[in-house]
């Protein structure tokens, strides 16, 4: 295996130095350091050492939509935005509700080479918000599930949620909610507000979001287990999230980059390139969400990547899937709306994007502080370069990002998989399915 | 202007000069010979994803009435209901050389999708989209309103029921506000947007007080089925709190009048003596409708594409 | 609206304006023009004065009331608009129609008399003989023009006319009425700057150029 040393690169949170990568761990991190004979060595001046994304929040599509994404795809995508491990959400078909399904997920993710796969179960059979899957069984399989969730609906049955909170509790699960009342949301397209009114789409309300956000932490409170608030989208949900914290209750939430950074006036043009679940919200929900992400009440970042083809966006609105990718511009959104704005550091963008996410997803070898001894799992961000974001350049399947066209701050130069290059230059490297 | 999308694209001159040119078109009705050759060699599609006969030979008739050659396209019998999408049926009529394509779709924003993405180069009419806009409807409402109350500045004009899910009422408020005029919508609460800040009109749930004060009302269409969905609790009880009978109708001013965009529900939002008083104009509404859509069409499609492009009709 | 003046333009001239025929020149050739109507016609029984807008319409005015200062009646009178019969119809931006009004006798087995400020190529004409085919079948066609500058592009000639104005094509020509303008005159001027949406360079691109069309 070829030994690293990447050289003059700033450790987030700490000084400018070298590391040295070999069998897969950081072996030392200082000056002058004694590199073995073949070392590469990379210079990183200027670039910034991360510890390798975590996102709690990804569609791989596989099995079922290969035409969208696949595993092998969606984590290269991952990789050149800066990842090394991913969370993929169960609502594949068939459904990762039982531990066959989450093996098969999880094999194809050690099979890609690129970042690391941790299926995420399904909370109910079939996410049908009727029955509990074999959540037991996920956990117990190959993949050692400990996220669950039925993303993409909600678990809107509270005696079900109840349940399902109670039950993971045995093997120290966690139920990420999709947080959607459905019957507040029926045919929903974009934010209930003025705008929607207007364009004469069906709104989606906040409270239908605040209302189950709230509802399960107080469940939660009564049961002791672990929930998480997947994609929290609007400015009653931090409060409430806040509220609940400083009461001590026990709940952890995510935000997605695009609803950190867009606003529903982009529905206006109909393109549904800007049609999500949660919709994009107002510019008042994403001062909100920001502050919320930059003090704590949202603890990470999640990117809610959602690859769809082509004609399921190119189409009128209502017909059209929700949805946007995110992996390859994730880090240059928060980049963009939390960093250059002022609201956080890049120590608090690794807490955000790696230390937390691991942490809530329960995975070791991610998320550590790049020190000697921890797996080589990290990536080099170029916090000054500038980039145009054009789909047809992206390595995702899928080409529906609501970014286009936007210029952006940062770019990932290189990624590393338990010392093992994935990125280098900014391009994924061809052999990351050989390499393993 | 190359597109007719929504009623609030159209400036104050755009709006006048459409219901003028519309005065022009209505003298056509008197005429032995009604047809004119503005058209001629134009073709114009009727693209209908949804059932609107009224609509549809109101615009056939008009593009007609243009020497304009007519295809109608309608979702049932065609492609489309084996599941063709928008895009391959754009791209369908944009190689049958389509000047003009007059869309009615019951999504939201579809005429807007085919006037942008770029597949075809015809003028897009919007028929009705969805729960959005409806201007032809707006502008003939307008055209009507105007024969009988003259300059509408001013004037006070209520409109009334499901404004929710009406595409008539938005276009309504955004033509007849540039227009001038005071616009009430009233509803149930139930059946107003949200949030109406952005809307240029009042709201009020209060029909008896707002009738006095009204040179011409207008009822929307209520669906029975609303009633499932708990909009309002019965059919019976939203006659009573916002059906226009003749006793309400008494309130009116003398000079003030009754339309209707039609199909009514006699006996829910409107009741038979007040569809048949001479206060309504809700056949006239129809004829209108035939002179306003020759308007619409001879302003979009008589001249040269690239030229329109530039600049606004006159 | 008020409309610009009717005008005749060519390009590329640079003569000053100068006024070919002012108030009373005007007065003088409608009255002529009115006699020779009622000479022509044997009285104004038959005649129907149909204006083409814009100004076309303003001399038919004028014309019915000499007409009935002469005969001690009036005689029907209305304008025809022929915008949607013009046969540059596409080959331009959509223009504002302008108001067409048959008088309430109709126009069956009348002699219309059409009534025009300039006459140019003919293109107008022929479009006013279609749009008064659609309306219906009067006994003979008339025309009445208060100019007539040459250059026609199309077998067509007119029955009464105030003054023939030969005139190159390289220049404007442009008749003011009081109704509209200032003062009455008739002016003939080399053509100014180009402005967005006029073409009227040559005869055959719209040499009557429509009145109440904004550049």
């Known amino acids: ?436 | 202007m190359r597109h007719l999308l929504s009623a609030g694209d159209l400036s104050r001159d755009d709006a006048h000069l459409i219901l003028d040119t519309a005065e022009e078109m209505r003298s056509l009705a008197d005429r032995p010979i009604k047809k004119l050759p503005a058209l001629r060699g134009r073709t114009v599609v009727n693209l209908f994803f949804e059932d609107s006969t009224r609509t549809r030979i109101s615009f056939e008739a008009a593009a007609k009435r243009l020497s304009a050659d007519v295809i109608n396209f309608s979702a049932k019998g065609s492609s489309v209901s084996k599941g063709e999408s928008l895009k391959d049926t754009a791209l369908t009529l944009q190689a049958m050389g389509a000047d003009g394509v007059v869309c009615r779709h019951g999504s939201s924003g579809a005429p807007h999708l085919l006037a942008t993405s770029g597949w075809l180069n015809g003028s897009v009419v919007n028929a009705g989209d969805g729960t959005h806009e409806h201007p032809t409807q707006a502008l003939l409402d307008a055209f009507t309103m105007r024969r009988h109350l003259g300059s509408l500045e001013g004037r006070r004009i209520t409109i009334v029921g499901d404004v929710l899910h009406s595409r008539v009422a938005r276009s309504n408020v955004l033509l007849l506000s540039t227009l001038g005029a005071d616009v009430t919508v009233v509803a149930p609460p139930t059946l107003l947007p949200v949030d109406m800040t952005s809307w240029p009109c009042a709201t009020s749930y209060d029909l008896d007080a707002t009738l006095p004060k009204s040179d011409a009302v207008m009822m929307l269409r209520v669906q029975r089925e609303r009633m499932g969905e708990a909009f309002f609790p019965s059919a019976r009880e939203y006659t009573r709190r916002y059906g226009l009978d003749v006793h309400r109708m008494a309130q009116l001013p003398d000079e003030a009048i009754v339309l209707h965009p039609g199909p009514m529900n006699r006996g829910m939002e409107i009741s038979a003596e007040v569809a048949d008083s001479t206060r309504s104009v809700i056949v006239e509404q129809v004829t209108n409708g035939v002179a306003i859509r020759m308007a619409v069409l001879y302003l979009l499609l008589s001249g040269t594409n690239e030229t329109t492009n530039e600049e606004p009709v006159a | 609206m008020n409309p610009a003046p009717t005008t005749h333009e060519s390009p590329d001239s640079h003569a000053a304006p100068r006024t070919v025929l002012d108030a009373s020149d005007i007065s003088r050739a409608l009255t002529r023009i009115a006699h020779e109507i009622l000479e022509r016609n044997r009285g104004a029984d038959p005649v129907v004065l149909l204006g083409i807008p814009t100004r076309g319409v303003g001399l038919a005015a004028r014309i019915r009331d000499r007409i009935a200062a002469v005969e001690g009646r009036s005689v029907p009178t209305g304008s025809l608009d022929v915008t949607m019969y013009r046969d540059d119809i596409g080959l331009k931006p959509a223009r504002a129609l302008e108001h067409t009004d048959i008088p309430p006798g109709g126009i069956d087995g009348k002699v219309v008399v059409l009534v025009d400020d300039v006459l140019f190529s003919g293109r107008t004409i022929r479009a006013a003989l279609d749009a008064i085919g659609d309306i219906g079948r009067p006994k003979a066609v008339q025309l009445a023009v208060l100019v007539d500058r040459g250059h026609r592009e199309l077998p067509i000639r007119a029955d009464y006319v105030g003054k023939n104005l030969p005139t190159s094509l390289v220049e404007r020509v442009t008749v003011h009425l009081t109704e509209y303008d200032e003062a009455d005159a008739v002016v003939i001027a080399d053509k100014p700057a180009r402005k967005p949406g006029d073409k009227s360079g040559t005869p055959t691109a719209g040499s009557t150029a429509p009145t109440g069309v904004k550049a």
């Not at chain 1, 990379?42 to 991360?50: E, N, Q, V, Y």
């Not at chain 1, 079939?126 to 993409?152: H, N």
């Open chain 1, 1 to 436: 295996m070829t030994a690293y040393l990447i050289t003059g690169a700033k450790i987030v949170g700490g000084e400018v130095a070298d590391i040295l990568l070999d069998n897969g761990e950081i072996v030392a991190v200082g000056t002058n350091l004694d590199s073995p004979q073949d070392t590469e060595t990379i210079d990183a001046t200027g670039l910034i050492a991360l510890p390798g994304l975590v996102d709690l929040h990804t569609h791989l599509r596989e099995p079922g939509r290969e035409d969208a994404e696949t595993v092998l795809t969606g984590t290269r995508a991952a990789a050149v935005g800066g990842f090394t491990a991913v969370f993929a959400m169960a609502n594949t078909d068939p459904c990762a509700d039982t531990a066959g399904v989450v093996e098969q997920v999880w094999r194809l993710g050690r099979e890609s080479g690129y970042a690391d796969v941790f299926p995420i179960g399904a909370v109910t059979v079939g996410r049908q918000g009727t029955q509990l899957a074999e959540l037991g069984a996920m956990a117990d399989s190959a993949a050692r599930v400990r996220v669950f969730s039925d993303d993409g609906d909600c678990v809107w049955d509270a005696a079900l949620m109840r349940r399902a909170l109670e039950y993971v509790k045995a093997f120290g699960g966690v139920i990420a909610q999709h947080a959607q009342e459905p019957r507040l949301t029926k045919g929903a397209q974009m934010n209930e507000g003025a705008l929607s009114g207007v364009l004469g789409l069906t709104g989606w309300p906040s409270v239908a979001e605040e209302s189950i956000i709230a509802r399960d932490i107080l469940l939660n409170a009564h049961v002791g287990s672990k929930l998480h608030i997947c994609h929290l989208s609007t400015k009653g949900s931090v409060e409430i999230v806040r509220a609940a914290k400083n009461r001590g209750l026990e709940v952890t939430a995510e935000v997605t980059p695009h609803h950190l950074l867009l606003t529903e006036d982009l529905a206006a043009s109909y393109n549904p390139v800007y049609k999500v679940n949660p919709p994009l919200r107002t510019k008042a929900d994403v001062e909100a969400v920001r502050e919320g992400l930059a003090d704590g009440t949202i603890d990470i970042v999640a990117t809610d990547h959602a690859p769809h083809p082509v004609e399921d966006k190119d189409c009128e609105w209502s017909a059209a899937a929700f949805g946007m990718t995110g992996l390859e511009t994730a880090l240059s959104v928060v980049q963009h709306s939390m960093i250059d704005t002022g609201l956080m550091t890049w120590a608090d963008l690794a807490d955000r994007m790696s230390y937390r996410p691991a942490a809530i997803g329960q995975i070791g070898d991610h998320g550590r502080p790049l020190e000697a001894g921890t797996p080589a799992n990290l990536t080099l961000v170029d916090p000054a370069a500038q980039r145009t974001v054009v789909p047809a350049e992206s390595t995702s399947l899928s080409r529906n990002t609501p970014f286009e066209g936007m210029t952006l701050p940062g770019r990932v130069v290189a990624t590393f998989l338990r010392g093992t290059p994935t990125v280098l230059d900014g391009l994924a490297v061809l052999e990351g399915k050989a390499a393993k």
